[in-house]
């Protein structure tokens, strides 16, 4: 199984990013995928996550700010983020939790103040 993730880049506080993964399989069986972040010198921690039955969860961070959802025609995860501050800035990577976890490559998400 591979991730592909997508959608990471530069910008000012308040505005906003998409990010994408892309799986190789169908994701239709998947019983939980989601997005994770890494900050330098941080642990990696949850951000946002999305049941095979489309139920989200959020870290309380992000809260009413990120939506996660997922195309299981098109095999994709997406995490839209809103009203980005600085203290989001960081690597993200998407996961999908099978026999073992599986992620993507990260894509940097940087914001400015």
């Known amino acids: 199984v591979q991730l592909q993730a997508s959608g990471g880049g530069l910008v000012q506080t308040g505005g906003s990013l998409r990010l994408s993964c892309v799986v190789s399989?169908?994701?239709?069986?998947?019983?939980?995928m989601g997005w994770y972040r890494q900050r330098p010198g941080k642990r990696r921690k949850l951000v946002a996550g999305?049941?095979?039955?489309?139920?989200?969860n959020y870290a309380d961070s992000v809260k009413g700010r990120f939506t996660i959802s997922r195309d299981n025609a098109r095999n994709t995860v997406n995490l839209q983020m809103n009203s980005l501050r600085p203290e989001d800035t960081a690597v993200y990577y998407c996961?999908?939790?099978?026999?073992?976890?599986?992620w993507g490559q990260g894509t940097l998400v940087t914001v400015s103040s």
């Open positions: 999305i049941t095979r039955g489309g139920m989200p």
């Open positions: 996961y999908a939790a099978l026999e073992d976890y599986y």
């Open positions: 399989r169908s994701i239709g069986s998947i019983d939980a």
